[in-house]
């Protein structure tokens, strides 16, 4: 179903309402794949969709015009849930010229056979009339890929921004004022956590290019459009991007037999002060991207792992090597964890907050077998340690990311 976003505006693309698992991100909600069709002097096609959907996209796309009447098909971001469906959609409108920069245009040929399409490569602020409206490229760098582009119509103060500020959120609403607010922020945070999140440099630069331009609507590329709150997601993003903290203390563990779930209980007791909110997360009844989610904003945090064959549990290596990709900063952390006949569960857990560059307040904790009263005591003292170091910090920020440090 296409839905108009304004005069010859519509969105055309498809609702993804039975995925659960985005490249290891789990998304209870589904998805969409968002694509922009503008019919002026001259039509243009705004992003596509994830390839098993590129028949979909044809048939909303030729509900609204032939596909003989495609001008451009623009790309601003060569990830294959949006620009999967691009040789399907090349090869049914030869005719037609992508548009992009040529960061992408590299990208999409190590993607795709691209050597048949025509291609017009743009810049920084590079315009394209299309009769009453135009498009205006803004290019925004590692934001989450290296090509990542926004497209602007300055004629309706539409911005298409692609992965920023959207959210894998299936409905059959298309904008924010018409679905739950907090569930829809839920949703924008966790794909912000779990996207966006090693990024924060390239967040602030991109928010500060739009400042200066007059937005009514921010058309994403997954999730619902802004029209309403556009002032409240932008500034969320902000205060993401500058990784301000709140007085958060987050005890993530796995144990074994109970005995670091003991100890993890004991941190959550002693980090249970007023004005803190602390949070429990055993991480085999939890997932990865609810634990980023719960990180990005967390001031301090207690890691614990039991040992499992000299080393720490495969659940909790998972978790720590998620956080180290996604290295959210700014936080105060330390290890815990309980051992046996051998060691190596909160030393190793140690060494990966350490590798974080975390501020880590203590040497590990350490359980032999069970945790003894005395080990336990450690424990309510560090968490009540974590409370005061996450009071003193909140609201303090800090951005130390690297954002040209990859490509994914
Ligand atoms: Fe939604 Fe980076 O792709």
Known sequence: ????????????????????????????????????????????????VRAPFAQQLLANLASLTDFGQVDFVVCNHAEPDHAG????????????????DKKCAATLAGHADTSSWKLRLVGNGERISLGRRSLQFLETPMLHWPESMFTYVPEEALLFSMDAFGQHYATAERFDDQTDFATLMEEAKTYYANIIMPYGKAVLAALEKIAALPVRTIATSH?????????????????????????????IYDSMWGSTAAMAEAILDGANQPGVAAGLIPIRQSNLTRIATEVLDAAAVAFGSATLNRSLMPMAAAALSYLQGLRPPNKVAAAF????????????VDEAL???????LREPIRAHYRPTPEVLDQCRQLGRLLAERAMAMAGKAECSDDSAREER
Request: charged letters at 20%; hydrophobic letters at 40%; a neutral charge.
């Open 337 to 348: 964890g309980a051992y046996g006949w051998g060691r190596g569960g909160p030393e190793a």
């Open 85 to 100: 469906a691009l040789p399907q959609v090349m090869a049914r409108m030869p005719q037609a010229t992508l548009v992009c």
């Open 1 to 48: 179903m296409n839905i108009p976003l304004s005069d010859n505006i519509d969105w055309i693309g498809c609702v993804d309402w039975t995925v659960r698992d985005f490249h290891g991100y789990d998304t209870p909600r589904g998805s969409t794949y968002n694509a922009y069709l503008l019919r002026d002097e001259k039509t243009a096609l705004v992003d596509t």
């Open 354 to 360: 350490r590798a974080m560059d975390w501020e880590i």
């Open 223 to 251: 999730g619902v459009l802004w029209r309403k709150h556009i002032e409240k997601i932008t500034a969320a993003y902000g205060d993401w991007a500058a990784h301000h903290c709140r007085p958060k203390v987050l005890v």
